[in-house]
């Protein structure tokens, strides 16, 4: 009965501490691939690169598919302004530039932090970011955000 | 025991997955509605914009300008757009763009209406009707949310022909640290204008109507350049004109009197013009800028050599984006009296001519103070103030509001 307490406050200590994480901004975040990718970091400018619409593949040629996290998540601003350089607005702005053009696509809206990595984590052509926090053996981290 | 909280830490993702599957069916429903050739497409993208503005004049005595002649308020600057675009079958992907605008009782256009072939990972050929990439803006020119003014600055962004019908081809590469693209396109079109704003439209047409335009750029800076030149018709033999009566009846007078040159100078029939561009954009986050420069030289036509240009500079603070554009321009006139022998007798035609000419020229400076904002993400609210000092016509005020979004 005593473990059950125990266990049952520590989860909720837990998820105290992811959701605290997760609004803060000091937050780290990991962008991620699947394990199985044949290379082991990127530079900032290959992520941002990739995200932007200006390059469609990973070192070596592989195809990348960038993924996001879903419009508002924290996590999404703080890589949207550290890694892309726009905030919310501008990042729309910039894409409606290639949309309406037939001249790109934004990556698509994929969730939040188990989402994305359970995406990731199944698709070897993907990639994605994600809170620190939430990374495991499942995916591979190839740049973090500090 | 640890499952309760892993249950609650998975549930609303699945709720979350299964609401974006809803909003998905139902954009598929919507566009397999309005488009049913595409019924065998498994992935339709749907997206849109609007644009509701309104604006008034300083002085309804003097010059309309951006489309507003009163000195009410008038809440009719309005445009929705929706983009429909599916894989067609393996790398083939059909795209259409739907607009209505106020300004033409919103009759449903298709501006945009190609099949684009994925040649290789970094370049497309497109077929169909697209956009005609004479300006920086072009590609987003009724897609406000996309830059910082309401519209464009009008000196520059006048070319009444904004699609083409066509092929394009279009790539994208990187050179060393640059990121540059490259388009070609070559087609026609057919179009109705208003050469000289007397609410009577000219048929018009291009023929052989070709383009080439690059870019070359990095992080925070792009410049761009494009060249034009299309075989151009526009029928101007209705135009009214002192004592001949219509341009036409003028232009059949100098046959008459044997000056068929300069007769063929008055019209534009099937004349060989050209357009020239040069820009530059800059987009730090805290500071933007953009300065465009334009050409186009109507060769034998009567139309002016246009040389206009913009230099815009702004400055962000959070949501806000505060503006200013000088625009300017400087066209010069045609020459249809050239080759006519200067004599008593001829005066007065060489003078009919050159004022002809000259009404084809505008002159004119604009200052541009505008705000941008942001209000959420896919929604700005933009005011705009125009100062217009017009050579020929008179200074006008004009004042603009418009909420744009993309959805």
Redesign the interface.
Same mark, same amino acid.
């Given at each position: 009965m005593k473990t059950f307490i125990m266990k049952r406050y520590i989860c909720a200590l837990a998820a105290t501490l992811t959701l605290g994480m997760a609004s803060a901004t000091w937050a780290e975040v990991a962008v991620i691939v699947h394990p199985s990718t044949g290379f082991d970091s990127l530079s900032e400018d290959d992520v941002s690169r990739l995200f932007l619409g200006k390059s469609k593949s990973f070192p070596g040629g592989a195809q990348a598919v960038p993924v996001n996290q879903n419009e508002g998540s924290a996590t999404r601003e703080k890589f949207n302004e550290a890694v892309c350089k726009k905030n919310a607005s501008q990042y729309k702005a910039y894409w409606s530039q290639l949309v309406f053009t037939g001249k790109g696509t934004p990556p698509k809206d994929a969730g939040d932090d188990a989402a994305v990595k359970a995406l990731i984590a199944a698709n070897p052509t993907m990639i994605g970011y994600v809170d620190s926090s939430a990374v495991d053996a499942t995916v591979k981290v190839v740049y973090k955000i500090p | 025991?640890?499952r309760?909280?892993v249950t609650?830490?998975?549930t609303?993702?699945m709720k979350?997955?299964s609401s974006?599957r809803n909003t998905h069916n139902l954009a598929l429903a919507i566009a397999l509605g309005m488009a049913t050739p595409l019924v065998h497409a498994d992935d339709i993208?749907f997206?849109g914009?609007l644009s509701v503005g309104g604006g008034m004049v300083d002085d309804e005595n003097s010059l309309p300008y951006g489309g507003y002649d009163e000195e009410d308020f008038t809440l009719d600057d309005n445009l929705l757009?929706i983009?429909l675009?599916g894989n067609v079958a393996e790398k083939l992907?059909a795209?259409v763009?739907l607009t209505a605008r106020s300004e033409n009782d919103y009759e449903v256009d298709a501006e945009?209406a190609?099949l684009?072939w994925q040649a290789t990972?970094?370049s497309?050929v497109?077929a169909g009707r697209l956009?005609t990439p004479f300006y920086m803006y072009s590609?987003?020119l009724?897609?406000g949310?996309?830059?910082a003014w309401i519209t464009p600055p009008r000196e520059v962004y006048y070319l009444p022909f904004n699609n083409v019908n066509g092929v394009d081809f279009?790539t994208?590469a @990187?050179l060393g640290i640059f990121?540059t693209s490259f388009q070609a396109y070559f087609g026609g079109f057919d179009d109705e204008l208003d050469l000289n704003g007397d609410d009577i439209m000219e048929s018009a047409s291009t023929r052989n109507q070709m383009g080439i335009a690059g870019t070359i750029g990095k992080?925070?800076w792009t410049l761009r350049a494009a060249y034009h030149q299309a075989d151009l018709s526009v029928d101007v033999t209705g135009i009214a004109v002192p004592v001949f009566g219509t341009l036409g009846g003028f232009a059949d007078a100098l046959t008459n009197l044997g000056f068929a040159d300069n007769a063929n100078k008055l019209l534009v029939d099937d004349d060989s013009v050209t357009f020239a561009e040069v820009g530059l954009n800059i987009?730090t986050?805290r500071f933007v800028a953009a300065a465009e420069y334009v050409e186009f030289d109507p060769e034998d036509a009567l139309l002016s050599k246009n040389k206009r240009g913009y230099v815009m500079g702004g400055v962000r603070f959070g949501?806000w984006l505060i503006h200013l554009t000088g625009s300017q321009s400087r066209d010069e006139a045609s020459h249809p009296e050239a080759g006519i022998p200067v004599s008593p007798q001829t005066a007065p035609l060489i003078g009919a001519l050159q004022a002809v000419a000259a009404s084809q020229v505008v002159e004119r400076d604009v200052v541009t103070l505008g705000t941008r904002w942001?209000v959420t @993400?896919?929604t700005?609210i933009k005011f705009q103030i125009d100062d217009v000092d017009d050579e020929n016509q008179g200074d006008q005020q004009v004042y603009s509001v418009a909420l744009q979004t993309?959805f």
């Open positions: - | 025991m640890h309760p909280c609650l830490g998975v609303p993702q979350k997955i974006i993208d997206s914009f757009g983009q675009s992907t795209t763009q945009w190609y684009s990972e970094s497309k497109r956009r590609d987003f009724d897609v949310y996309a830059y279009y994208t @990187t990121d992080d925070w987009d986050g949501d942001d @993400t896919g700005a993309v």
